[in-house]
């Protein structure tokens, strides 16, 4: 004969007892189980504070009860990027660069001999679009450089040039100007093509648009890819031959969020890529990527199949004539 359970599934305790089975009544008032102890010492003839002694757990983090506002706080690191590089303050655009050169000149290093530097201008990130000008199908703006400090697209080229003047060891800039400043674009690379890489990376944001009509509308010196614009190694390996068939160079880049795959310097070592844009040393999948490359030079080395380090050498970009400026444009 059995009988069956009709009482739901749960966990069952003891009336007031707690967890570990010791006796814990329910009172009426705080002070309640203190008055009862003293009055169980008055009945034993002994004194509290002189016979006795008492500690109280208060377990003060089991009564806190956390109040929670209907908001949404987001909190980051101080001067981090999203992937974590360092990226400080600065009090003035050309305070990175000069830090650069001290540090180069403590290390008794030439900048523009012994090492170069490219600038990731990311001009589509400090454009501030004018939206007056959009009732009227135009998109005009001006790029913030710095908190409270804007520039026109010609003023611009004016502060890439005097940046490449005064900084030698800049060779490269990548994404300058949006694709939209076509005038400007033309003016930059009159400008600086024949000392400096123009560079672009978000001025090709999709393969088809690329392959089929970017570099005869954008025309730049060198470009950018990536594995998430370009999905496929195929992909990549076509879009190379392209660029080197127009006389441009290649930059292979990572991703955001990648992984310590190292498939990328081999594949950058491969295509004989001038460039490889792997991020700072400040995360394990880039160092992963750096750490191969050298592993590679080290084996050409080790076989005398190393090439020697040859002169940068400028492609000559020939810019298409500015698209003609509608009437009414001097005016505005």
Not at 207 to 217: I, S
Request: with cysteine.
């Amino acid at each position: 004969m059995s009988s069956r359970c009709t009482q739901k599934p749960g966990m069952v305790t003891a009336r007031n007892t707690t967890d570990l089975g010791a006796y814990a009544p329910q009172y009426d008032k705080l002070e309640q189980p203190l008055d009862l102890v003293q009055e169980a010492l008055a009945a034993l003839e002994l004194q509290a504070g002189e016979d006795v002694h008492m500690a109280i757990n208060c377990a003060a983090h089991e009564m806190f009860e956390l109040y929670i506002p209907m908001c949404y706080v987001m909190v980051t690191a101080r001067n981090t990027t999203d992937l974590g590089a360092y990226a400080p303050q600065y009090d003035k655009l050309e305070q990175p660069l000069d830090l650069v050169q001290e540090a180069l000149a403590a290390l008794e290093l030439q900048a523009g001999e012994d090492v170069h530097m490219a600038i990731n201008c990311a001009a589509h990130e400090m454009f501030e679009l004018d939206t007056r000008f959009l009732m009227v199908g135009r998109e005009k703006g001006k790029y913030e450089v710095m908190t409270g400090t804007q520039k026109t697209p010609d003023d611009m080229v004016d502060f890439y040039s005097d940046i490449l003047t005064r900084y030698p060891g800049v060779i490269g800039l990548i994404d300058p100007l949006r694709k939209q400043d076509k005038t400007a674009w033309v003016k930059l690379t009159q400008a600086v093509s024949e000392k400096c890489y123009l560079m672009g990376d978000q001025v090709y944001p999709r393969t088809e648009k690329f392959l089929v009509q970017g570099m005869e509308e954008t025309k730049s010196s060198a470009a950018v890819f990536s594995l998430h614009s370009l999905t496929t190694v195929t992909d990549v390996i076509d879009a190379a031959k392209l660029v080197e068939d127009v006389g441009s160079e290649v930059v292979l880049a990572a991703c955001q969020g990648d992984t310590a795959d190292t498939t990328l310097t081999d594949l950058a070592v491969g295509l004989w890529v001038k460039f490889a844009k792997f991020g700072g040393l400040g995360r394990g999948e880039r160092v992963a990527k750096y750490n191969r490359l050298a592993q590679i030079e080290a084996r050409l080395a080790d076989q005398d199949k190393l090439a020697p380090h040859e002169e940068h050498k400028f492609p000559d970009i020939l810019p298409p004539p500015p698209p003609e400026e509608p009437e009414g444009e001097a005016a505005d």
